[in-house]
């Protein structure tokens, strides 16, 4: 996987912008909770021991005749933890569309991350050793990581993960608080969605929620002509009976599916996004809308 | 080649047709390989599990919208390759039924020869309804077509049932000749019960006589109907023949309905004995007083015997107007023309103011100012154009005996041997349009008579009078069949005319007929179709009184009466007609493509809007 040239200037013109205030590693571009040397002034504390006497300002000292030290807001880098649903649903051979997009998605956030020194870490919920990791601030070994995890997770073999415990492996392997993105088609029920993602909310995590859905997830118009389903993380093969009813039924249930997510989301602040995909369309461009439309990025 | 709803279709590569059914058993597995061997793979079954669900195996096909179209596409296809194409291979033939006079003519076994015509017809055309289709038309003096042009068997069929029978005489060959030449047409049948003159025939042409042995066979007919006036009374001649080939005595009556009563009078019957094939003069009388007109019948006076041709046994004749004078527009008195010699016919001198248009007139040595409305009389006219189109008159010549030619069956050349006039001073005519020639000189013609909106008249390039039958006999013969045939009233004759399309002078208004039947008659422009012997009042307006006058229309024709007379058919100048050149097959490759493309991009719209959009939520 590759982002073109064009995307790559797209990219280049949006920043990440958290909506919280995280402590971080090292300076960075992104107010922090911690009080420091920065250049926007928070507060005045009494002189102590120790402190550095150029911090003192001299002219409160003057008219209060007691010692007064500066304290400026600390600007440091934010982690952005980027968790990819590994499950069947979206890496098996024939729906990989869905997985193609979530690891562009992926790999546009970690750009305009990395383009500001904030450390990316990337889990694949599913994937290598159960969940893989990578941490670094370059963008060509994350490409590389992210081929490299496609090679591995895609395939037709039905497989069925437990999303929930590997999300929460995940979330317990986290160092700092920071900002997480969920990829995923949620195509599992609401309780274990709220399950997932509250394991990350645990962790005192910014969440964004990215729903992509594929072609034959939004409509069973797709579907007609044949005469059984495969479930791709079971196996399990059903015939569906395919009808103007069934359409109707199925479209139906999709929407309240989707609502209770959207529920779930607003009310634990977290922000969601849901992406239909079809067979037509240029993947790039479909994750730089997503990423236009998380408000994340700006 | 098979044939559709009178259409035939045929393919070039019909082996190429086997690949529908093979496409259709293709198409069939691939459908139930989509979808028993090759199932869908979908994310989860967390939703589809809420639907209706159905057994997998021993599942019936039932083929989507997609296979229909995909079959269709595919049939298109396959039909395009082999070529199919639409064959003109359909003769497009004429059917031609006489219905003149004779064709009513009865056989031994009491089927009429018209009967005989349309059982042969329906015959060939059920022979031939696969591949055919037929245009039906009636012949008699001209074509008539009965049905639509181009029906199928059925239809012809049934047209014929409404073929009417025509009292009309016999035109055959020239009403044919159109058919004969048209390219649209392969075939012309024609039934009649003349025989071709030239046996060979092309194909193309098909000419059933109908076999009619009418040699034991008896028809009595009326030739003629005249009228005669005396101070004794009036009188009805009525010239009758039989074709019987032995004397034969019939019964000659009349039927004379009166002004006054609407009963009718009859007069007769008169017995007669007909020597073969001579015509008898029969004189019925007295007439009514009042007389209008009266239906005259002929019969054999045996009653076994058979008339086999009963359409012209009967006849009918008018009573002329009242208004009987003749103007005379001359520099010389009516004695000085010898006019008052003729029995019957009142002269009155022209008026100074006076217009002569609408008068029956003789003009002597004068040029009428313009067309008569009326019979007219135009003696030697100065040298120039006359009134009517296309006649003018030369420069007065002089020779003593200059009738080389003449138009022997004109009736004005009755008893006329126009070789011995003796006519000093002529001049040349040339003869209007609506006129024919019937006296030649070496250089032109001399005399002309024709009729021109429903008034006869004739003009001489000669002088007629005064009229002297002791010293030129010749010449007062002529004259004498001028005036009868003009002014016949006058001469004791009565208004005839013949069937078909008269036409009328402007101040006629209406037209309807009185006899046999009473109907009112259409009127279309100035001229009215008579299709029937009868009697028809013609109502004139001129002036501020409605005068209706009679006139009789009759069908004489002895060609038609003639029954036992074969007559032959000419049928000259018959195309050939080459059966591979004139029909097009009409290829629908190019037609099964486009429709299969259609059909195609209908397919991918279909998938295209039923497919889920890129969105959001």
């Known amino acids: ?298 | 080649m098979i044939t559709i709803f009178g259409s035939t279709i045929g393919a070039i590569f019909p082996l190429l047709l086997t690949a529908i059914p093979l496409g259709v058993g293709l198409l069939v597995y691939i459908f139930r390989r989509r979808g028993l061997n090759a199932p869908r793979v979908v994310s989860t079954f967390f939703l589809l599990a809420k639907l209706p669900q159905r057994l997998t195996a021993r599942r019936s096909f039932v083929p989507p919208l997609q296979f229909w179209l995909e079959l269709l596409i595919l049939s298109f296809l396959a039909l395009a390759a082999a070529g199919l194409f639409l064959s003109s291979s359909t003769s497009r033939i004429v059917v031609v039924i006489d219905s003149s006079k004779s064709m009513a003519s009865l056989s031994r076994d009491g089927e009429s020869r018209l009967q005989t015509a349309k059982r042969l017809a329906r015959l060939d055309i059920t022979l031939d309804s696969a591949t055919s289709r037929f245009t039906v038309f009636a012949a008699h003096n001209g074509l008539v077509p009965i049905s639509t042009p181009r029906v199928s068997a059925p239809a012809a069929l049934e047209s014929l049932g409404s073929l009417p029978q025509s009292f009309h005489s016999d035109n055959l060959t020239s009403a044919i000749a159109p058919l004969i030449a048209s390219p649209e047409y392969d075939a012309v049948w024609i039934y009649t019960d003349k025989v071709v003159a030239t046996p060979s025939s092309p194909s193309a042409l098909r000419v059933v006589s109908i076999p009619h042995n009418s040699e034991n066979l008896t028809n009595v007919w009326i030739r003629s109907l005249e009228a005669t006036a005396s101070p004794n009374g009036s009188s009805i001649g009525a010239e009758v023949v039989s074709s019987s080939p032995a004397p034969l005595r019939i019964d000659v009556s009349a039927s004379c309905v009166t002004s006054d009563s609407s009963r009718a009078t009859p007069i007769g019957p008169v017995s007669v004995s007909l020597a073969p094939k001579q015509s008898t003069l029969v004189i019925l009388a007295p007439l009514p007083e009042a007389w209008s007109h009266c239906k005259v019948s002929a019969s054999p006076h045996d009653a076994s015997q058979t008339d086999a041709l009963a359409l012209d046994n009967d006849a009918w004749i008018a009573r002329p107007s009242k208004d009987d004078s003749v103007v005379l527009a001359s520099a010389l008195s009516g004695p000085q023309l010898g006019l008052n010699a003729l029995p019957g016919l009142t002269l009155r001198s022209r008026q100074p103011t006076e217009n002569l248009s609408d008068q029956r007139a003789i003009y002597h040595r004068v040029s009428p100012a313009s067309i008569p409305h009326a019979p007219s009389l135009v003696v030697f006219p100065p040298p120039g154009a006359l009134a009517w189109s296309g006649a003018t008159v030369a420069q007065p010549a002089h020779s003593d005996s200059p009738v080389t030619r003449w138009a022997e069956s004109h009736p004005l050349l009755r008893y006329v041997q126009p070789a011995l006039l003796v006519i000093p001073e002529y001049s040349l005519l040339e003869c209007p349009d609506s006129a024919t020639p019937i006296l030649f000189s070496p250089r032109g013609a001399i005399a002309c008579a024709g009729e021109e909106q429903g008034a006869r008249y004739v003009i001489t390039g000669f002088e007629l009078f005064p009229f002297d039958g002791i010293r030129s006999a010749t010449l007062s013969v002529l004259t004498l069949n001028m005036i009868r045939w003009l002014f016949d009233d006058v001469a004791g004759g009565s208004r005839q005319g013949s069937l078909g399309a008269a036409t009328l002078p402007a101040t006629i208004s209406s037209a309807s007929m009185v006899a046999p039947t009473t109907r009112e008659l259409t009127l279309t422009g100035r001229s009215v179709s008579i299709d029937e012997p009868g009697v028809v009042a013609f109502t004139s307006n001129s002036g501020t009184l409605n005068t209706a006058t009679l006139r009789a229309f009759n069908a004489f024709s002895d060609s038609e009466s003639e029954i036992s007379n074969v007559s032959t058919l000419e049928l000259s100048n018959v195309p050939a007609r080459n059966s591979s050149s004139k029909r097009e097959d009409i290829p629908l490759e190019r037609l099964l493509a486009a429709a299969a493309l259609v059909l195609l991009c209908l397919d991918l719209i279909r998938r295209l809007r039923s497919r889920s959009v890129w969105g959001r939520i």
């Open chain 1, 1 to 298: 996987m590759r982002l073109s040239p064009h995307t790559l200037k797209l990219l280049d013109a949006l920043a990440l912008r958290s909506r919280r205030s995280f402590y971080g590693m090292r300076q960075g571009a992104h107010r922090s909770q911690r009080r420091g040397h920065g250049v926007e002034f928070a507060e005045y504390r009494n002189y102590e021991l120790g402190d550095n006497p150029r911090a003192i300002d001299w002219n409160l000292f003057s008219r209060s005749d007691k010692l007064y030290v500066k304290r400026y807001l600390e600007e440091e880098n934010v982690e952005l933890y980027i968790i990819l649903d590994g499950s069947r649903s979206l890496t098996h051979t024939s729906l990989r569309l869905k997985w193609d997009l979530a690891t562009r998605i992926a790999a546009c956030a970690s750009y305009i991350a990395l383009a500001t020194q904030d450390p990316v870490t990337i889990a694949v919920l599913g994937g290598p050793n159960s969940t893989s990791y990578w941490g670094g601030r370059a963008f060509a070994p994350l490409l590389q990581f992210l081929n490299a995890a496609t090679e591995y997770v895609v395939s037709d073999a039905p497989e069925n993960i437990d999303v929930v415990d590997e999300a929460r492996r995940a979330a317990t392997r986290t160092r700092f608080p920071g900002i997480c993105l969920v990829i995923s088609d949620f195509l599992f029920p609401t309780p274990s969605i709220a399950a997932t993602l509250a394991s990350f909310r645990a962790r005192n995590m910014e969440i964004h929620a990215i729903q992509v859905l594929g072609p034959l997830d939004s409509t069973l118009t797709n579907l007609e002509g044949s005469s059984a389903c495969l479930d791709s993380e079971t196996g399990e093969a059903r015939g569906i009976e395919i009808s103007g009813a069934a359409e109707e039924t199925y479209s139906r249930l999709l929407v309240e599916h989707n609502e209770a997510l959207r529920s779930h989301c607003l009310s634990n602040q977290i922000s969601y996004v849901s992406t239909t995909l079809t067979d037509d369309v240029q993947l790039e461009d479909v994750a730089i809308d997503t990423i236009k439309r998380m408000g994340l990025f700006v």
